[in-house]
């Protein structure tokens, strides 16, 4: 790993006890604060907890352990260890802080794995969440790492991230649930091959090491937040014309699009539009959109004819007691299926059109008990490819990798998962929001948002499928600037010379 970062020291000139004094006792007093919101939070109530794990284990060893001088190691004495590598132990899982003793991951046949939340080259060991927080960073990173060598120097076996929260406590437990889970698969992956995965590739590090927040941090934080709760609540008032999301039409290809240029469709009284995906069928030009009806405060699938300049409202499609968005469509041997959005009922399902446009019924439950959004599905080298972005802890985070399944059958209830991890864990645009055709190349539309915004520009990237491995080449960014009212675009869609897309509008 290639270093090329500094640590933030404080200020010597500014840095007295008194000041230390209250550094320590604000972030006390935010975090205390915090904590009793937390535990109010149904997912992470329970994160500051101690937990009593001993009727999960069979035998439990109790070894003393101390800090070394620089407090980012623990010390462990011969005896002990010597102790341990009795024990026949094929894996050392570390869940705490700190650096493994010298030796250490000796004592276990496979090694050893640690949980690096929150990357700590970047974050403060006792604060991982803080800085991404206070950065407004879109993103929180965590790694796991496998330990085999002497000295311990770890290699990233998993390198991934999560949406940043936005406070440090929540974002702190939103990392540490979500690391949990991949350490759980990864762990049943070794326990099933007998062997640590292959590490992935170092990559350069550029940042600051970010040290403990100084005093201004520390108000600079609470400033922040305030602002946040401030506008919050001022966007909960009710306003004569509210921002909301939008569709509109540009006649041509989605490469040569003009979207300054595009005819907005005006949805019903009452309802906004998104998700667009249009299709061309008998003739005609059909453009699906999630139309969510405030009034029931839930999404439906409706349909509007784009054909001619001037779009035309069809009527509604799918309905659901649950709510339904991203109605991506496609055609397979003369029939029309489509894939919508269904997360609130723990199903990836898949309907098949019945006669008219209008006409669909549920064709095959492709996945059951999987809180799954925004699937995308095609066939490539003759086996069925589908993309979906799952919310691995329940804490509405759908963007934590983009996971791939595939099948020999398009109705089949038995899509089979590649590899352990998601296939695309970049740090943007891992979510769906659509998928393009270009000489016979798939394209792959991601969303990418920044910190409290969701869908502020999209990322397009050619689909690669190799037997059962996913890649992804990028292509191209788009981004809302063709209009001054436009603050955010999350979806594109396209069908020969017609391409629809939405957009979020602050007017």
């Not at 770890?154 to 406590?169: C, D, K, N, P």
């Not at 489509?338 to 064709?363: F, K, V």
């Not at 695309?424 to 659509?434: F, L």
């Not at 999350?490 to 069908?495: K, L, M, V």
Request: aromatic fraction near 12%; include cysteine; charged fraction near 25%.
């Amino acid at each position: 790993m290639l270093h090329s970062s500094q640590i933030i020291p404080e200020n010597p000139k500014f840095v007295t006890r008194w000041t230390t004094v209250l550094r320590q006792f604000i972030l006390k007093t935010v975090m205390r604060l915090e904590r009793i919101k937390l535990e109010k939070d149904n997912l992470f109530l329970k994160h500051n907890s101690l937990m009593d794990i001993s009727a999960l284990v069979s035998e439990i060893f109790v070894v003393d352990s101390s800090w070394d001088d620089s407090y980012s190691s623990w010390i462990l004495s011969d005896k002990d260890q010597r102790l341990l590598r009795t024990q026949d132990i094929d894996l050392v899982i570390m869940l705490g802080y700190g650096v493994l003793p010298e030796n250490f991951s000796q004592i276990a046949s496979l090694g050893a794995l640690s949980l690096e939340a929150g990357e700590k080259r970047k974050s403060g060991r006792l604060l991982t969440g803080f800085w991404e927080v206070f950065r407004k960073d879109a993103r929180s990173y965590f790694e796991i790492q496998h330990h085999r060598d002497p000295t311990n120097r770890g290699t990233v076996i998993e390198r991934a991230s999560v949406a940043t929260q936005t406070y440090f406590l929540r974002n702190q437990a939103h990392i540490n649930v979500t690391n949990a889970s991949r350490m759980l698969a990864l762990i049943e992956k070794i326990g099933i091959s007998g062997e640590i995965p292959t590490p992935e590739i170092d990559v350069l590090f550029t940042d600051q090491i970010l040290g403990f927040p100084n005093l201004k941090h520390s108000l600079g934080y609470i400033w922040a937040q305030f602002l946040r709760l401030f506008r919050k609540k001022l966007e909960s008032l009710p306003v004569l014309i509210s921002p909301r999301w939008r569709v509109a039409v540009a006649r041509d290809s989605w490469q040569s699009a003009v979207l300054s240029e595009s005819i907005e469709i005006q949805p019903a009284m009452g309802s906004w539009l998104a998700d667009p995906f249009v299709i061309r069928r008998d003739g005609r030009c059909y453009c699906f959109v999630e139309e969510f009806v405030e009034k029931m405060g839930k999404g439906r699938i409706a349909v509007y004819d784009v054909t001619d300049p001037e779009p035309a409202y069809l009527g509604v499609a799918l309905d659901e007691e649950f709510h339904l968005s991203f109605p991506f469509v496609f055609e397979h041997e003369g029939d029309l299926f489509m894939c919508p959005e269904s997360h609130e009922a723990n199903q990836i399902r898949l309907y098949r059109n019945t006669g008219d446009i209008l006409s669909w019924e549920l064709s095959t439950i492709l996945m059951e008990n999987i809180r799954a959004v925004d699937s995308l599905i095609f066939l490539q080298e003759g086996r069925w490819t589908l993309l979906t972005s799952i919310d691995e802890t329940g804490a509405g985070d759908f963007s934590t990798g983009l996971w791939c399944f595939q099948s020999d059958q398009l109705l089949s209830s038995n899509w089979k998962q590649q590899g352990w991890k998601p296939a695309n864990v970049q740090s943007e645009c891992m979510r769906n929001g659509g998928l393009l055709e270009s000489e016979a190349q798939y394209f792959r539309v991601g969303q990418v948002s920044d910190f409290g915004e969701y869908g502020s520009r999209v990322h397009i990237s050619r689909v690669g499928i190799s037997g059962s491995e996913y890649s992804e080449q990028f292509s191209t960014v788009v981004t809302p600037e063709f209009s001054r009212s436009a603050i955010g675009l999350h979806h594109i869609s396209c069908a020969d010379n017609v391409t629809v897309f939405d957009y979020f509008s602050k007017s």
